[in-house]
Antibody, heavy 121, light 107 residues
Framework: QVQLVESGGGVVQPGRSLRLSCAASGFTFSSYGMHWVRQAPGKGLEWVAVIWDDGSEKYYADSVKGRFTISRDSSKNTLYLQMHSLRAEDTAMYYC??????????????WGQGTLVTVSS | DIQMTQSPSSLSASVGDRVTITCRASQSISSSLNWYQQKPGKAPKFLIYAASRLQSGVPSRFSGSGSGTDFTLTISSLQPEDFAAYYCQQSYSTPPTFGQGTKVEIK
């Protein structure tokens, strides 16, 4: 079955960096776009970034542009989110989610279980 | 960015009730509207795409309708497992944006 498992979250000081990973299994990873979506504690959902199936296109939310980088390694079936210059407002559960297609559908199914990032001194 | 507004923010209902949640887009998004269900401590689950198409495995008591700027999610007969938060999301343009959510609670 399709499975997405995030890792790499934790407590980090403001201004520091963190890299999240999302291990994919049960489907042909290189055939799907992949997204990161986050949810601050007690709040709603916020889309963060997308990378297309072949890695040719990447798009970011304005709130993370220039600080976060999405990437993928199809040889490892793994999605990444490199986060720099972290701020308190980046505190959230970070979910990876598969696109319905190559990355352009902007529809998310399924989702991983999430990894929690807490930015605090 | 396209703003998505859901109403109500929360509602109380009983098992067996018919429940309707509305979602309004700040501009026309054709039928590019998805619905997700999220239970406490869990990841969101994809329910409906293209405004009215049920994702495989989703019970038929869920239905969606609308186009342009106004959309609805209806649960025809609320079941105990349906108590959750529901989010609409537009897939019309980047960045994809979500409504603020509607929490369906037990009356």
């Amino acid at each position: 079955q399709v499975q997405l498992v995030e890792s790499g979250g934790g407590v980090v000081q403001p201004g520091r960096s963190l890299r999240l990973s999302c291990a994919a299994s049960g489907f042909t990873f290189s055939s799907y776009g992949m997204h990161w979506v986050r949810q601050a504690p007690g709040k709603g959902l916020e889309w963060v970034a997308v990378i297309w199936d072949d890695g040719s296109e990447k798009y970011y939310a304005d709130s993370v542009k220039g600080r976060f980088t999405i990437s993928r390694d199809s040889s490892k079936n793994t999605l990444y989110l490199q986060m720099h210059s972290l701020r308190a407002e980046d505190t959230a559960m970070y979910y990876c989610a598969r696109d319905l297609g190559d990355g352009d559908s902007s529809s998310f199914d399924p989702w991983g279980q999430g990894t929690l990032v807490t930015v605090s001194s | 960015d396209i703003q998505m507004t859901q109403s109500p923010s929360s509602l109380s209902a009983s098992v067996g009730d018919r429940v309707t949640i509305t979602c309004r887009a700040s501009q026309s998004i054709s039928s590019s509207l998805n619905w997700y269900q999220q239970k406490p401590g869990k990841a969101p689950k994809f329910l409906i795409y293209a405004a009215s198409r049920l994702q495989s495995g989703v019970p038929s008591r869920f239905s969606g309708s609308g186009s342009g700027t106004d959309f609805t999610l209806t649960i025809s007969s609320l079941q105990p497992e349906d108590f959750a938060a529901y989010y609409c999301q537009q897939s019309y343009s980047t960045p994809p944006t979500f409504g603020q959510g509607t929490k369906v609670e037990i009356k």
